[in-house]
Each structure stands twice: as C-alpha cells, then as structure tokens.
C-alpha cells in the first residue's frame, strides 16, 4: 500500500541555520505530495504541495521538489527563525477521494 | 470566515464509556474527512463524508466507531465502549468539493484521553 516515511526528530537548530527534512514515499500511480505544518495546539496548515514530477512547491522560504526518481519530496529552508518551530509532516493523495496519507512527522525546533 | 470547529477540545472518558467528538466544517463546505492520530505516530485516514453519505469508512475500525455528517449540524465521530487504545488526536478536515483537487482545511483536533 501507499506510505510515506520521513526522518525522525527532535531536530534541533540554531537560528539562521539552513534546515532538511527528508520524505520519501511509495505509491502506485502518480500521487500529489504535501508539507503541513502543526504549531502546538493548533491543526495542521498546508505549507506547499506539487502535484507532478519535477514540480517544485515554495512557501514562506520553504521549498520541496517532486523527485520521481527517488520517490522524494525533502523539506528545505535557507534560514530558518524560531518562529518555524513545530511539527513538519509529509504526506500524499493517491485516490480520487482525497484522503492524506501521512508520515509520523518530525519536530523541529530552533533555537535563538 | 471561521475555521474547521471541533468540540470538545479535551475530553476525559472512562474505560466503557461513550465518546462523542463533533466536527462544524468551514462555511459552505460540504466535504469531511476524519483522521486519526496515535501518541508518536502520524495522522491515520478515518473515514469520509459527504453531506448525509459515508463516502469512504476503509479507515475505521469495524466496532465501536461510526461517523455521520447529517444534512444540519455537524459532523460528529462517535466511539463507543472506549478502550485505552482509543486514546488519540482526532483530526478533521473539510473541503467545499472532494479534495482531489481542493486543499483540506484541518481542525484543532480533539485530544481523547481514556482512563
């Protein structure tokens, strides 16, 4: 079945530090991939998606990069501030119901 | 234009008891998805409603767990009989048509904690 798996947290960073989270999926078809975001208390928040190969989804100075080859859709931020603290999670839509498919999600947390 | 609702949005049961979590979707969308999410674990597709229709319950448990999404009111995820393993987030989503190709919108969650 479809999955995706990203890497574990606590990642712990200092300010202005450049930032990776790795996700890599399996699926059959062409699925559309996503990056929320959890701030603590509140409900998930789209940051960006891409819905085919090679598409490239930015928001907020965060990126990610459909890769198709690698089955891979990594997080990148340049410099991050703490305000980007939270939990970061990988997901994917592979059926015409929409339903997510979640990674476990990985905490981030910058410090000043 | 408020957000995804859910109420309560802690609530304490007992082993055996009934829980009963409800879900308002934004304003003028009729589409809502439940999810599911364990202590240290991802989120977990539930189950997904249309206004009256289960559209996909592939998620749910086959006991204790059903969902409605009535043509007034909310949506509400009830579980019945709760066991320590229900304890969990319980997420929901709304979207004005089926999210294939519309973003999900996600409430606060309701934290379920069973004793």
């Known amino acids: 079945g479809d999955s995706v798996t990203q890497m574990e947290g606590p990642v712990t960073l200092s300010e202005e530090a450049f930032l990776t989270i790795n996700c890599t999926y399996t699926?059959?078809?062409?699925?559309?991939l996503f990056w929320y975001v959890q701030y603590p208390g509140e409900g998930l928040q789209l940051l960006l998606k891409a819905t085919k190969a090679d598409d490239k989804g930015s928001n907020k100075g965060f990126e990610a990069t459909y890769r198709k080859e690698t089955t891979s859709f990594h997080l990148e931020k340049g410099s991050v501030q703490v305000s980007d603290s939270a939990v970061y999670f990988c997901a994917l839509r592979a059926d015409s119901w929409g339903k997510l498919q979640f990674g476990a999600g990985t905490q981030v947390v910058v410090t000043p | 234009n408020a957000g995804v609702m859910q109420n309560p949005r802690h609530l304490v049961r007992r082993r055996g008891q009934e829980a009963r979590l409800r879900c308002s979707p934004m304003k003028g969308h009729s589409h809502v998805y439940w999810y599911r999410q364990l202590p240290e674990e991802g989120l977990k597709f539930m189950v997904y409603l249309q206004k009256e229709n289960i559209i996909d319950e592939s998620g749910m448990p086959k006991e204790r767990f059903s969902a409605e999404f009535p043509k007034e009111g909310p949506s509400i995820l009830r579980i019945q009989q709760v066991v320590r393993g229900d304890s969990a987030a319980y997420f929901c989503?709304?979207?004005?048509?089926?999210?294939?190709?519309?973003?999900?919108?996600f409430g606060p969650g309701t934290r379920l904690t069973v004793t």
């Open positions: 699926a059959t078809g062409y699925p559309s």
């Open positions: 989503a709304s979207s004005p048509t089926d999210a294939s190709s519309y973003e999900q919108y």
